[in-house]
Antibody, heavy 119, light 107 residues
Framework: QLQLQESGPGLVKPSETLSLTCTVS??????????WGWIRQPPGKGLEWIGS???????YYNPTLKSRVTISVDTSKNQFSLKVSSVTAADTAVYYC???????????WGQGTLVTVSS | DIQMTQSPSTLSASVGDRVTITCRAS??????LAWYQQKPGKAPKLLIY???SLESGVPSRFSGSGSGTEFTLTISSLQPDDFASYFC?????????FGGGTKVEIK
């Protein structure tokens, strides 16, 4: 059974960089039929796709965040990571890592991790 | 970006009711539409993909229909476990976008 687990600080100061890692178990991140991505959900609000990465390193980003976001993959550790720079309170959200089919449906989700931006 | 609009935003229903949620896209997404269920404090769960394909393990009381710009999620007979929020998502075009959600509450 595929499992995804987010890890990283739950509190980040304004203007600093948010960093999260997703560890994938029960399957290989190097599979050819899937992308791996990040989706966030501010408290009480809807879902926002941040970006996706293929095991080869090819990426797609949401244009609204693209200037501040970097997603990378480490196939040797079966992990992928998210960095969001220059965070503000508007970046406070539950961040989910996820597996996406080649066309973009999300079939596996991590449990989510709340990241709060506050001084 | 393709905007996804769900209606209603909140729906009150009773166990056994037939429930329909609508999702409209600002431009055609063909059939590349998914539906998710989310319970408080939990990650979303995929219910329907490609507009009408039922994800493995999802009860058959859930069904999806539509194409182009208008889609519906139907729960044929609402069960206690179905009280949750539901989101649609288009994956025809990047950036991937989600609807604002529909909360199904107990009447």
């Amino acid at each position: 059974q595929l499992q995804l687990q987010e890890s990283g600080p739950g509190l980040v100061k304004p203007s600093e960089t948010l960093s999260l890692t997703c560890t994938v178990s029960g399957g290989s991140i190097s599979g050819t039929n899937y992308y791996w991505g990040w989706i966030r959900q501010p408290p009480g609000k809807g879902l926002e796709w941040i970006g996706s990465i293929y095991y080869s390193g090819s990426t797609y980003y949401n244009p609204t965040l693209k200037s501040r976001v970097t997603i990378s993959v480490d196939t040797s550790k079966n992990q992928f990571s998210l960095k969001v720079s220059s965070v503000t309170a508007a970046d406070t959200a539950v961040y989910y890592c996820a597996r996406l089919g080649l066309y973009g449906k999300v079939d596996y989700w991590g449990q989510g991790t709340l990241v709060t931006v506050s001084s | 970006d393709i905007q996804m609009t769900q209606s209603p935003s909140t729906l009150s229903a009773s166990v056994g009711d037939r429930v329909t949620i609508t999702c409209r896209a600002s431009q055609s997404v063909s059939g590349w539409l998914a539906w998710y269920q989310q319970k408080p404090g939990k990650a979303p769960k995929l219910l329907i993909y490609k507009a009408s394909s039922l994800e493995s393990g999802v009860p058959s009381r859930f069904s999806g229909s539509g194409s182009g710009t208008e889609f519906t999620l139907t729960i044929s007979s609402l069960q206690p476990d179905d009280f949750a929020s539901y989101f649609c998502q288009q994956y025809n075009t990047y950036p991937l976008t989600f609807g604002g959600g529909t909360k199904v509450e107990i009447k």
